[in-house]
């Protein structure tokens, strides 16, 4: 079992930067891929971003590369996504996400056993 509590979220204008995190526990932590998803008002949940146990492998959806980073710290049980260059279209409530047992990172919420509550990042125009 993974228990995941999101944090950081807020209000930022456009261009702005936002750095959430996600704390996990639970002691399969270090051995589960780990994913951020959102979803904003009347649409479905989509992939932003993916990484696997060890960080060798990351994933980004086309609509944040170059702009958004995954990391992850298993000593401290946590995962990050770092937000730059935000937009308004970037809107949504943030969710960190966590697959059941050692296996890679994917790009699909299916995939993903464990889910936080959510943190809420609104930028401005």
């Known amino acids: 079992q993974v228990q995941l509590v999101e944090s950081g979220g807020g209000l930022v204008q456009a261009g702005g930067s936002l750095r959430l995190s996600c704390a996990a526990s639970?002691?399969?932590?270090?051995?589960?891929?780990m994913g951020w998803f959102r979803q904003a008002p009347g649409k479905e949940r989509e992939f932003v971003a993916s990484?696997?146990?060890?960080?060798?492998?990351?994933y980004y959806a086309d609509f944040v590369k170059g702009r958004f980073t995954i990391s992850r710290d298993n000593a401290k049980n946590t995962v990050n996504l770092q937000m730059s260059s935000l937009k308004p279209e970037d809107t949504a409530v943030y969710y960190c996400?966590?697959?059941?047992?050692?296996?890679?990172?994917?790009?699909?919420?299916?995939?993903?056993?464990?889910w936080g509550q959510g943190t809420q990042v609104t930028v401005s125009s």
């Open positions: 990484i696997n146990w060890s960080s060798a492998r990351t």
């Open positions: 639970g002691r399969t932590f270090s051995r589960s891929a």
């Open positions: 996400a966590a697959r059941a047992g050692l296996l890679t990172a994917t790009t699909s919420r299916d995939d993903y056993a464990y």
